[in-house]
């Protein structure tokens, strides 16, 4: 049972520098159909008693930037990401805060579409870029829309041309659609692209399509027997080629399986990661953008050393499984979209992924013990907009 490799109960911390989304724009470039495709489904809008949502937030970034500089020297190694809609829309903005915050390192978030376009002298200051890509191109280009997985590799490639050396993420939405072992085995072994690292989320109890969905049939026959193959080959490639391979949704929680350690809230929201929407409201989760009932202060007034910690509550916080997932969403636990039966069927998978990753500690015990690979092989930046749970 998970308890025995986590003697003890998470709690929230600040192990690492804090990760900041700075929300540029909620404009895109693209309508893809687990995102912009579901804005205007009936459910979609998130209900609830408590959630007071701002109508009014900018639809652009509109705060002093200033105020936003100020905000960022009270942290003594602040962590931006540039994050939309399309961050790559608004380059002015990025330009003009690269040229004046107070930070040395810079991610974003972006679809890729305008990778070939964007300075060089911007794209080579970012230290970690997660670019959108689903799979092989039939595969992305029906999540996402008819030559989407062409124009991404080209920006891609073009990043390789200009010798690009920080971590490139590939980042994976997973659905029905999706056969999950073809998906991360066609990106992690395509060498038209300089991925260095995998990352990937399921659209799970976001919105209210559980209803519409064969979600649960797909995810029994089809995403956690992949998982399995894949948690198999991901210690295979340790022992044929020595290191690890940056998988995320492994990747970390097998370093914490090593350690025995347990973990809060993965992606770190609102311990580690928090948001600044356009109007320089903060927000734990950039997905929470006008939930204000849950905001939790303002770049003017706030010190962002101090920022309140938000637990995840719930179910979860009863369930055995939360030492290792940390709670997997935030927002899903707030909001719950999906009926209690349809989110034990989220919580399936991630205990699929446990028992994968623990029925394969003692090989990579083995691995480590023979010199194939360390523990350090391990490490990773906590927090750089990888969900880890999927």
């Known amino acids: 049972m998970i308890h025995t490799l986590f003697p003890t109960a998470a709690a929230p911390y600040r192990g690492s520098p804090v990760h900041y989304h700075l929300l540029l724009t909620d404009h895109c470039n693209l309508c893809c159909t687990y995102c912009r495709g579901k804005a205007f489904l009936p459910g979609e809008i998130p209900a609830g008693p408590d959630l007071d949502l701002d109508w009014n937030l900018p639809a652009e970034l509109d705060l002093d930037l200033g105020r936003l500089y100020a905000f960022l020297a009270r942290d003594p190694s602040p962590v931006l990401t540039f994050y939309g809609g399309e961050p790559l829309l608004r380059t002015d903005l ?71 050396r920080g971590e490139v993420i590939a980042r994976m939405t997973v659905a029905e659609a999706t056969d999950i072992e073809e998906a991360v085995l066609h990106l992690a072994g ?35 027997p992949g998982i399995r193959r894949l948690v198999s080959r991901w210690v295979e490639e340790m022992g044929e080629h020595g290191g690890v391979p940056r998988w995320y949704p492994f990747l970390d929680t097998t370093e914490d399986l090593l350690h025995k350690r347990p973990s809060p809230l993965r992606c770190g929201s609102g311990h580690a ?3 600044i929407l356009t109007d320089g409201s903060l927000s734990p989760c950039p997905i929470m953008a006008g939930m204000k009932a849950h905001y939790v202060g303002h770049i003017a007034t706030s010190d962002p050393m101090r920022l309140p910690q ?19 969403c935030l927002y899903a636990s707030i909001l719950r979209p999906w009926p209690a039966e349809a989110r034990r069927t989220v919580c399936a998978t991630v205990q699929g992924l446990h028992d994968a990753l623990a029925g394969v500690l003692p090989a990579i015990r083995g691995h480590i013990a023979a010199g194939r690979i360390r523990v350090e092989d391990f490490a990773h930046e906590k927090y750089n907009g990888c969900e880890i749970i999927p």
């Not at 092989?136 to 989407?148: E, N």
């Not at 300089?194 to 399921?202: E, I, M, N, R, V």
């Open 94 to 164: 990025i330009r003009e805060i690269m040229a004046h915050a107070p930070v040395e390192r810079y991610m974003i978030q972006t679809n890729g579409l305008l990778l070939d376009r964007v300075d060089p002298d911007i794209l080579l200051r970012f230290s970690t870029i997660l670019v959108s890509l689903d799979g092989p191109r039939d595969l992305t280009d029906r999540y996402r829309g008819s030559g989407t997985y062409d124009a991404v590799m080209r920006g891609l490639r073009r990043l390789q041309s200009l010798g690009f």
């Open 190 to 224: 395509c060498l038209a692209h300089p991925f260095t690292s995998l990352h990937w989320q399921l659209d799970a109890n976001f919105s209210e399509d559980y209803r519409e969905r064969d979600f649960a049939r797909w995810a029994e026959t089809s995403y956690i």
């Open 273 to 275: 990661n928090y948001s």
């Open 310 to 328: 938000i637990p995840v509550g719930g179910e979860c916080t009863g369930c055995h499984l939360l030492p290792f997932c940390g709670g997997r």
